[in-house]
């Protein structure tokens, strides 16, 4: 996502030449549902592409979180509030209609070219004008590929950005946050056998279900044709696997298992899911960096600050890094490799304390869902039923509005536009 929108931010700016390299062999139908917030959408018009993405997608007007074990709701949160504040509802939809809306975006610009099935290897110089070595997937000999400007948005196990790393004599490790995730997709056929599962895909809410150390998370997407189910709970898959393993193919009686304390309509929710489309994801981020530039060389989305999804702003945080990049290069003073460089440090300022505060916030929220019993548990349900009555903070972040607020009131590319000339000023 990162990555598509930058290179589209780009093309709007004026850039002439813009280059994609994807090791995919295409975008094809990948991935599950996907949070759809103010401060993406607001980026995501000024593209033109926002308006294919909000056609397919749901408008949220509520959240409800309930307790995994009864069902019992532990705090509900009014969110129709937010198109009125922010100018964009929060909505939900599938990841590919966002990625396909953006890459049609993309093809409409005829300086952005793609290649597919291409991985970027090693890189032989980080400016002035990197390189890098582009390795074809499926046969061909390896080429040398040279720019001006080398964005890396090659995700969290981003090979440049190890190659940064390594340069800078930095020792900064991947995370393994002890955490893993499940997603299921549930179609409207599967949900209509049942008057309670009906009621869930025709809703415009998200419902959280809470246990001890784990939660579901759920709402409908693509016009309430799919019911989209995100799970996190501890890891106990991935403890033995090599590193580099993301993903393995779940257990759907494992999966049972995991949550069979949970109430009788969850379970007959997720019995749901045919056996062999189990799938589980390592859920690991990577500890923070003190640059994420070197030269004419920077590092953008997942490849610098990847984030435990429970604030739902793992894609929205790339595009904003995206819009940024764009916005920054479009006011350099030159192109010389000098000015490149100084910009992307400019970018680096506009993006770092957000993105990292962010990372943290979703740690932290994360943290307070998957309190085991005990003192803790007593008082952040407390919390809940304060917010019932209107009073104090959700314990679910995501669904505060102080945190909301923080989020989707800021507009990264105005502030990038009143703060580059400080900023670029401040820089020797």
Not at 29 to 43: D, E, H, K
Not at 240 to 245: I, L, R, V
Request: glycine residues 8%; charged residues 25%; aromatic residues 8%.
């Amino acid at each position: 996502m990162g990555g598509l929108a930058t290179a589209l931010a780009l093309a709007k700016q004026g850039f002439r030449h813009i280059d994609v390299y994807e090791s995919a062999s295409n975008l094809g139908f990948v991935g599950a549902g996907i949070q759809l917030a103010p401060n993406m959408a607001r980026i995501l018009d000024r593209l033109g592409v926002w308006k294919d993405i909000e056609a397919e997608a749901v408008d949220l007007k509520d959240t409800s979180i309930r307790q995994g074990s009864t069902n019992q709701e532990l705090a509900h949160v009014d969110l129709r509030y937010v198109r009125d504040s922010y100018k964009y509802p929060h909505m939900v939809g599938h990841r590919s209609n966002l990625a396909t809306s953006i890459f049609s975006g993309c093809k409409r610009e005829k300086v952005i070219n793609f290649f597919w099935s291409t991985a970027a290897g090693e890189v032989s110089s980080f400016g002035p004008q990197p390189s890098f070595l582009a390795t074809p997937r499926k046969g061909g000999e390896a080429y040398k590929v040279t720019s001006d400007i080398l964005i890396a948005a090659d995700g969290v196990k981003s090979t440049i950005r190890d190659q940064m790393l390594a340069l800078k004599k930095v020792d900064a490790k991947i995370i393994d946050t002890g955490q893993a995730a499940y997603r299921i997709m549930l179609t409207r056929e599967d949900m209509s056998k049942d008057p309670e599962h009906l009621a869930l895909i025709d809703s415009e809410s998200v419902t959280r279900w809470i246990g001890p150390k784990r939660h579901i998370i759920a709402y409908p997407v693509s016009n309430k044709q799919i019911y989209n189910i995100s799970t996190a709970q501890p890891d106990t898959n991935f403890a033995a696997a090599p590193s580099a393993t993301y993903t393995t193919k779940g257990s759907k009686k494992e999966l049972m298992n995991v949550y069979g304390d949970f109430c009788p309509m969850v379970l007959k929710m997720l019995d749901l899911v045919k056996d062999g489309e189990v799938c589980e994801w390592k859920l690991r981020v990577h500890e923070p960096l003190d640059s994420w530039t070197e030269g004419s060389t920077a590092l953008l989305g997942d490849a610098c600050h990847p984030t435990l999804p429970h604030l739902a702003q793992g894609a929205a945080q790339a595009i904003e890094d995206g819009a940024v990049i764009a916005e920054v290069l479009a006011k350099l003073p030159s192109s010389s490799p000098e000015d490149v460089a100084k910009g992307l440090r400019v970018y680096e300022k506009l993006r770092m304390e957000r993105a990292y505060a962010l990372v943290e916030l979703a740690a932290a929220s994360g943290k307070a869902l998957h309190l085991g019993d005990g003192e803790a548990k007593k008082e952040r349900d407390k919390a809940f039923a304060a917010v019932k009555e209107g009073k104090g903070s959700v314990p679910d972040k995501w669904a505060d509005a102080d945190v909301q607020k923080m989020i989707y009131g800021e507009d990264v590319m105005k502030n990038a536009g009143e703060r580059f000339g400080e900023l670029w000023e401040g820089l020797r």
